[in-house]
């Protein structure tokens, strides 16, 4: 199996996922997994996509990540990942993962900041005199 290319992005963080068969080492920014996410919460975040497909240890991984916090960077990661399974094997893995919710794109991005208020909905307080 060749390399499987795939992009995923959520709020400003984009993540290039290049998939292939291996050992299951995951690599994001010349890193491993544990070093990149400290945290076990985002670690589960970007492995949810092979547990659902119980592929766990049968890909390789190497991200490139870019923008956005922590969260923002795992959760595009995932979607990264979901797609890349579905170039491997569409009929294997495309149900389970469309279930899970994986291969959605969230679109939700911070509202800009509006002039003459403190930001995006908040009001400087009413005076009425």
Not at 2 to 17: M, N, S, W, Y
Not at 22 to 27: K, S
Not at 53 to 61: A, C, I, P, Q, S
Not at 109 to 126: I, N, S, T
Request: glycine share 10%.
């Amino acid at each position: 199996m060749e390399q499987t290319h795939a992009l995923g992005r959520r709020k400003a963080a984009v993540a290039r996922v290049y998939l292939a068969a291996g050992a299951g080492n995951v690599t994001i920014n010349d890193r491993p997994l544990e070093d990149f996410f400290p945290q076990d919460s985002l670690r589960y975040i970007v492995n949810q996509p092979f547990a659902v497909t119980e592929t766990e240890g049968k890909f390789d991984v190497k991200v490139t990540v870019v923008g956005g916090g922590t969260k923002g960077q795992a959760e595009a990661i995932r979607l990264g990942i979901a797609r890349a399974l579905c170039e491997v094997d569409k009929e294997a893995y495309r149900p389970a993962l469309k279930a899970a919710g994986f291969l959605t794109r969230d679109a939700r991005e911070v509202e800009r900041k509006k002039p003459g208020q403190p930001g995006a909905r908040r009001r400087f307080q009413f005076s009425k005199r």
